[in-house]
């Protein structure tokens, strides 16, 4: 799990301060390149996410911790394509819907961290 929350945690945890930095001015292209730019290493990232994640089988007893991490990187997934959306088209909708999505990742992602710990003790 260590890996993959790592990398998780490069795509979830500087997120907000993309978005505040985008806010300043979301036309500006130096901006938004940058975030882009963010996007684009998030993107590759959650790639290796899911290669690691696919590359184990998953351990009898552990089902649900397993099926409760394909949540996270799904949703993680998913507001990485509503985000690249909205830089094509400036549509708030992607925006607010790629935001709420990461911030239900990170929920997701503090409640897997606690049960591995729970798992291994």
Known sequence: MA???RL???VINPFPAELRALAADPYDDELMEHFCAFLQ???????????????????????????DLYHCLSLVK???????RYTLGYVDSY??????L???AQARRRQLQSESRQLRR
Not at 78 to 84: I, V
């Open 102 to 104: 990461l911030r239900k």
């Open 8 to 10: 998780l945690g490069q």
């Open 3 to 5: 890996p993959i929350d």
């Open 78 to 84: 998913d507001a990485l394509t509503d985000l690249e």
């Open 41 to 67: 290493s998030s993107q590759s990232r959650l790639a290796r996410v899911e290669t690691l994640y696919r590359s184990h089988a998953c351990p009898a007893g552990l089902e649900a911790f397993s099926l």
């Open 95 to 100: 925006l607010r819907d790629g935001r709420e």
